[in-house]
């Protein structure tokens, strides 16, 4: 029913910033709450950021607090990351996922899933 597309992925050194992009495809975009979810190379997949449906409510992860903005343009009917100050240990591919109703952080409660886009920090 929903279709996501993550764009905006690349390599950058660290310190510098990259903004990812999530295009949704399909009806009531503004009924669902957005997340970014990523995961590095061998490791489990983790929340990074959320925004709720009306974008009035946000969540980070502590790892990104302060260098992350997440954000929503409901009448494009698309999610951005801002990625700023980048350090290695962001490198993964990173996911959007939406979720119907209120933000969550859990993954295997959101409902759909876009296909990822690769984050390359170097140093």
């Known amino acids: 029913q929903v279709q996501l597309v993550e764009s905006g992925g690349g390599s950058v050194q660290a310190g510098g910033s990259l903004r990812l992009s999530c295009a949704a495809s399909?009806?009531?975009?503004?009924?669902?709450?957005m997340a970014w979810f990523r995961q590095p190379p061998g490791l489990e997949r983790e929340f990074v950021g959320g925004?709720?449906?009306?974008?009035?409510?946000?969540r980070y992860a502590d790892s990104v607090k302060g260098r992350f903005t997440i954000s929503r343009d409901n009448a494009k009917n698309t999610v951005y990351l801002q990625m700023n100050s980048l350090k290695p240990k962001d490198t993964a591919v990173y996911y959007c996922a939406a979720v119907l109703g209120h933000l969550v952080t859990t993954a295997v409660l959101f409902d759909y899933w876009g296909q990822g886009t690769q984050v390359t920090v170097s140093s």
């Open positions: 399909g009806p009531n975009f503004n009924s669902y709450s």
């Open positions: 925004i709720s449906e009306s974008g009035g409510s946000l």
